[in-house]
């Protein structure tokens, strides 16, 4: 945060002591510090935000709101507007943390963090549209922004607009810290897409790590489209053949049956239900 204007210069020494005590999570020295500062210059802005943010990592939500309010009596500070949305946003009041959230980017139109927020906070209300908004607003700032990617992809997919799912993945592709969610996903994406190689390829890496997975999407992968039409045969009664023996209730289906009926389902159009056969045998 840029410090004020015309303060003290005894008030910034104190001030910058006081961050030095922060930053080695001293906080309670810290605290008297700042408050030094502030009594030396009622008008410190900045030494206001970090109290607040000093409450708010020891857990102290009503001093750190009490304290966020102090400085906005001050200025309304886009920062601090967006503290004070923090807190209602870790409190799990949504509504709430929007209106700062919203008055922070009113002020500063550009400011990242407050659309990312805003974003979150509509995400959890399950009001989808205006977290796309927002995430969408994040990534014109910063394209290979991982989170807003990783929520923009998994919105994108709910709504079936696989491209745009596939297209926030490859963004974050190589920096991904989450390998196997990105693979994941673009598999099926490409699944969706029509690319059967391509999903076959993500889908393996994602689920390197269990074997047996890895033999189940290696036997998809290994079917020829003569092989195919041999092993299928009249898809729909295949079908409610392999469901009978998969899906009974005191079934125990094989690798080799869930196999089969995996790929009767994408060679029948039925992604959705390949996709979700997928997954449930990886819960297994």
Not at 147 to 175: H, P, V
């Amino acid at each position: 945060m840029k410090q004020s204007l015309s303060v003290p210069s005894e008030a910034i020494d104190i001030y910058n002591n006081a961050l030095n005590f922060s930053n080695m999570g001293k906080y309670d020295v810290a605290l008297n510090e700042y408050k030094r500062a502030i009594s030396i210059y009622p008008q410190f802005l900045e030494a206001y935000n970090n109290i607040g943010e000093i409450y708010s990592k020891m857990g102290d939500f009503s001093n750190a709101i009490t304290t966020y309010e102090e400085a906005l009596t001050i200025s309304r500070n886009d920062r601090v507007l967006l503290n004070i949305g923090v807190e209602y946003y870790n409190q799990q009041k949504y509504d709430k943390a929007l209106v700062y959230f919203k008055d922070s980017i009113s002020i500063n139109p550009g400011f990242l963090e407050s659309h990312f927020y805003a974003a979150m906070a509509f995400f959890n209300k399950e009001d989808y549209n205006s977290a796309v908004t927002h995430f969408q607003k994040v990534i014109n700032f910063d394209q290979r922004h991982l989170k807003a990617n990783y929520l923009l992809s998994y919105i994108y997919y709910e709504w079936k607009q696989y491209r745009n799912a596939a297209t926030c993945l490859e963004r974050i592709m190589d920096i991904a810290d989450d390998k196997q969610f990105v693979n994941r996903y673009y598999g099926f994406c490409m699944y969706h897409l029509g690319n059967y190689d391509k999903a076959v390829d993500y889908l393996q890496v994602a689920l390197k790590e269990n074997p047996a997975y890895s033999r189940f999407k290696n036997y998809l992968s290994s079917l020829t489209y003569e092989n195919k039409i041999k092993e299928v045969g009249d898809v729909k009664e295949k079908i409610k053949e392999m469901e009978a023996k998969v899906m009974h209730k005191d079934s125990k289906p094989s690798l080799k049956e869930y196999s089969r009926l995996s790929m009767l389902y994408i060679f029948n159009g039925e992604y959705k239900k390949a996709e979700d056969l997928l997954t449930s045998y990886k819960l297994q």
